[in-house]
């Protein structure tokens, strides 16, 4: 085995080497509203379910190159809602478009071709073409670390899911066909057990 003191790493070997080797990761393809109403979508797969009761999930965005905050976590701070939609393989390169960091003021759902569906509870659409939706607010943004890299957990409750119904079946839930983030442009595609890349556009 090789130790790897994180106290001597770079925080862009520390990013390699956990997103590399923690995986696989479910991706959260979150929709928020900014303040003033513009519609925002990006993915985070820095993302796992919180809790039961309450129901919870939990997102970490980390600051960019330039230690500036993502805008997923400035509209969830700002207006306490947003949306988890889950991710199948047909909706993979339209969530690829809305990845690039874009200026706050850019509507990512232009670049995705995907369809807003008003959400029950919040404000943010929901994805129509996700399999599972989940309407949250914001229970409490935990910050750790400052700069580039430093996280911005965000822990929501999550009020509605809104699920494909041929994946319920009663009791039984037939667990959905998701894609999931492995390591720089790999993924895996639950459906078919097979990898594949994209590239992140420019
Ligand atoms: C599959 C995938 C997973 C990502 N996961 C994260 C993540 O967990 N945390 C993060 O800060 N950025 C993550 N990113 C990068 C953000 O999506 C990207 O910075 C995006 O521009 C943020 O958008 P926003 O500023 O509109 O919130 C991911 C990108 C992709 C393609």
């Known amino acids: 085995m090789t130790t790897i003191n994180f106290a001597d790493e770079p925080f862009g070997r520390i990013y390699d080497l956990m997103s590399n080797l923690v995986v696989p990761r479910p991706i959260a393809f979150v929709s928020t509203l900014s303040e003033s109403g513009i519609p925002n979508l990006a993915p985070f797969s820095f993302f796992n379910i919180g809790g039961i009761n309450p129901p919870s999930l939990t997102i ?10 993502k805008d ?18 047909s909706m993979a390169e339209g969530m690829n478009e ?14 995705s071709g995907f369809t807003m569906l008003e959400s029950e509870l919040v404000k943010p659409a929901r994805v129509a073409e996700s399999p599972v939706q989940m309407e949250c607010t914001l ?9 580039p890299g430093a996280s911005r957990y965000i822990i929501g409750q999550i009020h509605r899911m809104h699920v494909q119904s041929e994946l319920l079946n009663g009791a039984l839930i037939t667990p959905a066909d998701l894609i999931a983030r492995l390591g720089g442009p790999q993924y895996l595609d639950l459906a078919n057990h097979e990898r594949f890349e994209l590239k992140r556009p420019e």
């Open 60 to 69: 970490c965005t980390v600051l960019d190159g330039k230690g500036e905050q």
């Open 139 to 147: 229970y409490q943004i935990v910050p750790h670390g400052d700069g």
């Open 98 to 111: 809305t990845s690039p960091n874009f200026p706050d003021h850019v509507n990512e759902w232009a670049y």
């Open 72 to 89: 997923t976590c400035t509209n969830i701070e700002a207006t306490g809602e947003f949306v988890v939609n889950l991710l199948t393989r």
